[in-house]
């Protein structure tokens, strides 16, 4: 995994059928001098993205269904208590309650 600025790419390494050489420049003036630093055998490539499955979409399908039903159940429990409240106001108004709510 390789993030890069807040983003992440899923790498695979993937054998090379060549080594290569890597040299790195010494710290000198001299830009003709360059020293050994080792040897690659190796390539980096992004993972390519998967195709969405039936299966992807069925699972997709039962998420959606259970928050649609948690969101039903919470507007449930929100009007009851919001009925529940204003009944309390009422009843209060007609007892007339000096203990506000």
Not at 11 to 21: C, G
Not at 58 to 67: D, G, H
Request: aromatic fraction near 8%; include cysteine; charged fraction near 35%.
């Amino acid at each position: 995994m390789l993030r890069y600025r807040g983003k992440s790419l899923s790498l695979e390494t993937h054998p090379e059928k060549f080594q290569h050489e890597i040299y790195r420049s010494d710290t000198s003036d001299n830009e003709d001098a360059w020293e050994f630093a080792g040897l690659v055998g190796q390539k980096l490539s992004v993972r390519k993205h998967e195709e969405p499955t039936a299966a992807d979409d069925r699972a997709l399908e039962v998420i959606q269904s259970i928050m649609a039903d948690i969101k039903r159940e919470r507007e449930a429990q929100t009007y009851v208590l919001a009925f529940r409240f204003d009944r309390a106001i009422r009843l209060c108004a007609k007892l007339e309650c000096t203990t506000p709510l």
